[in-house]
T-cell receptor, first 113, second 110 residues
Framework: EAQVTQNPRYLITVTGKKLTVTCSQN?????MSWYRQDPGLGLRQIYY???????DKGDVPEGYKVSRKEKRNFPLILESPSPNQTSLYFC????????????FGEGSWLTVV | RKEVEQDPGPFNVPEGATVAFNCTYS??????FFWYRQDCRKEPKLLMS???SGNEDGRFTAQLNRASQYISLLIRDSKLSDSATYLC???????????FGAGTILRVKS
């Protein structure tokens, strides 16, 4: 089954404690990205990757890091989480380009206290 | 000004009603337009692409108005299961990416 898998789905952590949200897709997609969704603001892109070892900032990259060492994986790293990073996070993948369907993971609810 | 703007709603309609949402976008050069559906606390999923000539998929009709820079989604014969948030998506004027609107909430009631 074609899917995007992200973990953990739910996490409560404390300010400053590094965490990683993993993301994996099995569709051999070149394009992967991370979004955060906050009430009234919609989905905002954090980082994206056009292919292996190619990453770039989205609209809200501050406080986040990513890596793309393999085509299928695109982890999101919060080196020193802060309460304003409490949000719902979605990993997504697509074939590439803006004309293709985006497939989303089920989302990760992150709370930073 | 936001790149993509939607009326947040909620639109409360009875079963069987026809409802329409509009979405305006700022990039006059946009070529890619979509409607995604998002159920409460779940991931967005593609509902339909929007083509220049307009397109229909069952009870759903999407239209594009380039002159006024908006797209629309019309839902006929609303079902309870249509209750969701509908996200308008357009390609950005800043790079090779898509921009999501904040969504319009639809509630269909019996």
């Amino acid at each position: 089954e074609a899917q995007v898998t992200q973990n953990p789905r739910y996490l409560i952590t404390v300010t400053g404690k590094k965490l990683t949200v993993t993301c994996s897709q099995n569709m051999n997609h070149e394009y992967m990205s991370w979004y955060r969704q906050d009430p009234g603001l919609g989905l905002r892109q954090i980082y994206y990757s056009m292919n292996v070892e190619v990453t770039d900032k989205g609209d809200v990259p501050e406080g986040y890091k990513v890596s793309r060492k393999e085509k299928r994986n695109f982890p999101l790293i919060l080196e020193s989480p802060s309460p304003n990073q409490t949000s719902l996070y979605f990993c997504a993948s697509s074939l590439g380009g803006t004309g293709n369907t985006i497939y989303f993971g089920e989302g990760s609810w992150l709370t930073v206290v | 000004r936001k790149e993509v703007e939607q009326d947040p709603g909620p639109f409360n309609v009875p079963e069987g009603a026809t409802v329409a949402f509009n979405c305006t976008y700022s990039n006059s050069a946009s070529q890619s337009f979509f409607w995604y559906r998002q159920d409460c606390r779940k991931e967005p999923k593609l509902l339909m692409s929007v083509y220049s000539s307009g397109n229909e998929d069952g009870r759903f009709t999407a239209q594009l108005n380039r002159a006024s820079q908006y797209i629309s989604l019309l839902i006929r014969d609303s079902k309870l299961s249509d209750s969701a948030t509908y996200l308008c998506v357009v390609n950005s004027e800043y790079g090779n990416k898509l921009v999501f609107g904040a969504g319009t909430i639809l509630r269909v009631k019996s």
